[in-house]
Nanobody, 115 residues
Framework: QVQFVESGGGLVQPGGSLRLSCAAS????????MGWYRQAPGKQRELVAT???????NYADPVKGRFAISRDNTKNTVYLQMNSLKPEDTAVYYC?????????WGQGTQVTVSS
C-alpha cells in the first residue's frame, strides 16, 4: 500500500519561495531513491530533482541552483525547497520513486508562479 502525498504548493510571485513536502508510506522509505517531478499545462511530466538513499542529489538544468531536494528518513518525507521561482516553474508537482512507478502517482500539489 505505497502512497505518496504531496503538499505545500500555492500561489507565489516571481522570485518567491515555496517548500514542498512528500509524505511516503507503505515502504521502507530509507531504502529508495526518490524524485520530484512536475507537469506544466500542455507539457509532458518531467523529472526535476532526485535524491538517492545515500542522499546524493541531482537537478534538471532549469532548476539547478534554485531548488534543493532533501529527505528526512525518520519522518518518511522528501522535501523540495524552491527559491527564485519563475513563471516557467508553474506546474503540478509530484513525488515518486526513481525511476517512477506508474501506479503510485498521487494527486500532486499545484505551484503557480504569477504576478
Amino acid at each position: 500500500q505505497v502512497q505518496f502525498v504531496e503538499s505545500g504548493g500555492g500561489l507565489v510571485q516571481p522570485g518567491g519561495s515555496l517548500r514542498l513536502s512528500c509524505a511516503a508510506s507503505g515502504m521502507i522509505f530509507s531504502s529508495y531513491a526518490m524524485g520530484w517531478y512536475r507537469q506544466a499545462p500542455g507539457k509532458q511530466r518531467e523529472l526535476v530533482a532526485t535524491i538517492t538513499s545515500g542522499e546524493i542529489t541531482n537537478y534538471a538544468d532549469p532548476v539547478k541552483g534554485r531548488f534543493a531536494i532533501s529527505r528526512d528518513n525518520t519522518k518518511n518525507t522528501v522535501y523540495l525547497q524552491m527559491n527564485s521561482l519563475k513563471p516557467e516553474d508553474t506546474a503540478v508537482y509530484y513525488c515518486n520513486f526513481l525511476p517512477p512507478k506508474e501506479k503510485y502517482w498521487g494527486q500532486g500539489t499545484q505551484v503557480t508562479v504569477s504576478s
